[in-house]
């Protein structure tokens, strides 16, 4: 059965911190992991990984592939109370896309 | 801007009475997914269409249609809503390019239906 898995289901931090967020999947057929951040509407994209060891950057946000232990993080350093949210991460195999469950954060000011 | 969008964004509807969300986009996408997301849980693929083809998942109730009358459109179609029911539906689409070339998935805003 194909699934997505996220840990920690969630997390508490102090604005400044850094998180790491972790994803793991077993898929047929993987083409990309998907990360996305949902806060209170639909998910909005973040980053979109295809290629292990290639980290992909964006801010504060980064986020890296390993296809060899089927998964990834994604990374927040200098964390902020906007970027209390929650993360999902998704795998993509042709026309489907499964989701983990999400990590919810929660950064205090 | 070129967007998925969904109407109406809070739908209440009653027990049993048809209910209809609609998705439209702007991107040309040639897929079409349609997602039920219930509380602290993922999104759930109920369906979706790859050009005019439908494809349903094995465990979407036949209570649950959709409809994609051209490129731009999608609708869901809950027949008898039940309390069980109430969640957000997220459409979302892609564009499927040949071969493996992986693509990125956009969703609108999401409508959020009550049942009463």
New interface residues.
Partial sequence: EDK?VQSPLSLVVHEGDTVTLNCSYEVTNF??L?W?KQEK?????LF?L?SSGIEKKSGRLSSILDKKELSSILNITATQTGDSAIY?C?A?TG???Y????TSLTVIP | DAMVIQNPRYQVTQFGKPVTLSCSQTLNHN?M?WYQQKS??????LF?Y?DKDF?NEADTPDNFQSRRPNTSFCFLDIRSPGLGDAA?Y?C?TSR?PPG?T?????????TRLTVT
Avoid: D
Avoid at chain 1, 99 to 102: E, R
Avoid at chain 2, 40 to 45: D, F, N
């Fill in positions: 997505v083409r990309s998907l996305y509407k639909a998910p909005t994209f979109m295809t999902l998704a993509n026309n489907q896309f989701f983990g469950t999400g | 897929v997914y602290s849980q993922a999104p759930k693929l979706h790859y494809n957000m997220l979302a499927e493996l992986p693509y990125e998935q956009y969703f609108g805003p999401g």
